[in-house]
């Protein structure tokens, strides 16, 4: 498989140019990715514990779905292809956008839009992705993110705080 080639952006988000996952990642360049929070009718999320063959936070609680823009894409495109490809999702129209992060040290250097999903699932899990999932409440979720924010991938951490000042519906 030919290794993804992704946009390299600015501070303004702005794209200047492309290169390897690899180098993207090796020389800390900003780039751009989403995160997608799926809750249920009951106001729980579902959170993915990313694959231990994961090149980052493997082993770590993560949003719902989440991945790297490709060449060319946008986040809108990228937001729907991500809950397709990782939990088997398919959705008619683009999730809501709840706000955005600037690149930083936490994101990986990624500038990051979060959207929300309805859905009760069930979801279909890609494994090469994902090693389980879970349904949590929001409140068990906050708790958790103080106590033990080891367990959870980096950028989780600074979203679901966010996300709590926002209104996000959290």
């Known amino acids: 498989m030919p290794e993804e080639i992704f946009d390299v952006v600015n501070e ?3 794209v200047v140019g492309q290169n390897t996952r690899r180098e993207v ?3 800390g360049l900003k780039h751009r990715a989403v995160h997608v ?4 009718a009951k106001g729980e999320i579902f959170l ?11 082993g770590k609680w993560d949003s719902s779905a989440s991945g790297h823009l490709d060449t060319g894409e946008d986040y809108d495109a990228c937001a729907v292809r991500e809950v397709r490809e990782e939990i088997g999702l398919r959705v ?4 809501e956008r709840v706000f955005k992060i600037n690149s930083c040290k936490e994101t990986g250097w ?18 090469e992705e994902i090693e389980t999932g879970s349904w949590f409440a929001p409140a068990a979720v ?5 106590e033990k924010p080891e367990d959870f991938a980096s950028a989780f951490v600074l979203i679901w705080k966010r996300f ?7």
Not at 48 to 57: C, G, W
Not at 92 to 95: E, F, G, I, Q
Not at 110 to 127: A, D, M, Q, T
């Open 12 to 14: 303004r988000d702005e």
């Open 37 to 40: 929070l799926v809750f249920n």
């Open 92 to 95: 008619a129209k683009v999730p």
């Open 25 to 27: 990642h090796l020389l």
């Open 142 to 146: 906050t708790k958790w993110v103080a």
């Open 110 to 127: 990624e500038f990051c839009w979060i959207y929300r999903l309805e859905s009760e699932g069930p979801f279909v899990l890609h494994p």
């Open 164 to 170: 709590l000042t926002t209104d996000g519906h959290g």
């Open 48 to 58: 993915q514990k990313r694959s231990l063959k994961k090149d980052i936070a493997a």
